[in-house]
């Protein structure tokens, strides 16, 4: 019975001083909210919606201390499509001319003169191409669909330096998100005019290695030799070779623009209140969203090609340029005599991620406009409204 008692006494003192422990703490963690609230240290938080340059967006804001506030939140720019056309010209920059010569040449009776019958189906496939390219109604440009996509996650930090006035506020944070803000792609109704492109493309490389059925015709060969491939011009790589854009297999062509995944930002801002109670408030922000140096653009299906005057070195063997030799063979852009095999083959680098901005000049048209404002786009400005709403 004792031992019991004594148990029993021990256990009630270990309850007191718990009780006691848990008291001092509950004080504690009552003196360090008053404190925090007293310094204005997370004693509120706000809760908003905004608009602006950037997008639409939400955030959340909490102080800390009299003179800080911290801002978290997530941007989004609603999809919209602008058009802009970007030309299509053959390697010569005769197109033109180049759709002339094609208007005025009557293909079936010119095979027919040849003893080809296009008819015939063993020259099915040429006849298919043929008739894409002779069924399109081919112009000097390709419209395309350019559509951004910006979404990004913002942390920022709010300094609001005068004491007697804490409306306004210098901030400094940054932004985050994907690389890839925007994007631009043919238009559906223009597939089919891509789809000629290839076509010609198709049966210019075809008529050289083989004529058609192993006969050639002059002005087929004219036609072909003299304009070469055809797609988008892109201007010139740095060593001066000609950059030309072909579309893909599935007649489209495309770019996507990047920037870095993470963008600085700096601004000031002003802060006022809606209503009397201040739960709900304003926010007007303005600044540069820094963008790491300018955006990328990227394009793919591009032919380097050197489109100098032909050289031949003392030998007699090709050396560089588009031309003939003495015998008449053809060294072209994307197809080629090999004086080893004494057969026509493809060839040409043709490049995947081909950046408009740093690696081409002279780009042509408004192709060329585009990319010269892009190249200037280093910062992005930033002027939104925020409207919040106090929880706590």
């Known amino acids: 019975m004792k031992k019991t008692i004594e148990v029993l006494a021990v256990l009630l003192t270990a309850a007191i001083v718990a009780q006691a422990r848990e008291v001092t703490q509950a004080e504690e963690d009552d003196e360090l909210y008053e404190q925090r609230a007293d310094n204005g240290i997370f004693n509120h938080m706000d809760v908003g919606v905004n608009v602006g340059t950037l997008g639409i967006g939400v ?18 720019m609603p999809s919209f499509t602008f058009h802009s056309n970007f030309s ?34 063993k020259f099915s496939e ?65 597939t089919l005019l891509l789809e000629g492109v290839n076509a010609y493309n198709d049966l210019y490389v075809r008529y050289c290695q083989n004529g058609i059925a192993g006969n050639y015709h002059d ?25 030309m854009m072909v579309p893909s297999a599935d007649g489209t062509v495309r770019a996507e623009m990047k920037v870095s995944k993470f963008r600085p930002y700096v601004g000031f801002g002003y802060n006022t209140h809606l209503s009397k109670d201040r739960k709900w408030n304003l926010n007007v922000d303005a600044g540069i969203l820094i963008l790491c140096g300018a955006p990328s653009v990227y394009v793919d299906n591009v032919y380097k090609i050197d489109d100098s005057p032909i050289v031949f070195d003392e030998n007699g063997n090709y050396v560089s340029g588009i031309g003939t030799d003495e015998d008449g063979n053809y060294y072209g852009d994307i197809i080629r005599f090999n004086q080893e095999t004494w057969e026509y083959e493809p060839t040409g680098d043709k490049l995947d991620h081909v950046d408009l901005v740093r690696d081409l000049d002279e780009i042509p048209g408004k192709v060329g406009s585009m990319v010269n404002t892009i190249s200037k786009f280093k910062v992005f400005p930033n002027a939104s409204v925020t409207f919040t709403y106090r929880l706590y």
């Open 59 to 76: 955030e959340v804001g909490v102080p800390v201390g009299e003179y800080v506030r911290l801002r978290a939140g997530y941007n989004y």
């Open 219 to 243: 002005r087929l060969t004219e036609l072909f030799w003299d304009n070469g491939v055809a797609g988008v011009p892109l201007g010139r790589f740095s060593d001066g070779k000609k950059a």
């Open 88 to 121: 299509i010209d053959t390697r010569s920059g005769k197109y033109d001319r180049f759709i002339d010569k094609v208007k005025s040449i009557d293909i079936n009776s010119k095979m027919a003169e040849v003893g080809v019958d296009l008819n015939d189906p």
């Open 126 to 190: 040429y006849k298919a191409l043929f008739d894409k390219f002779y069924q399109v109604e081919l112009k000097d440009n390709v419209t395309m669909g350019m559509k951004p996509h910006l979404h990004q996650f913002k942390f920022l930090v709010d300094v609001m330096p005068f004491k007697r006035n804490k409306h306004w506020s210098f901030t400094a944070g940054f932004f985050a998100g994907p690389s890839d803000v925007a994007n631009a792609y043919n238009l559906d109704s223009e």
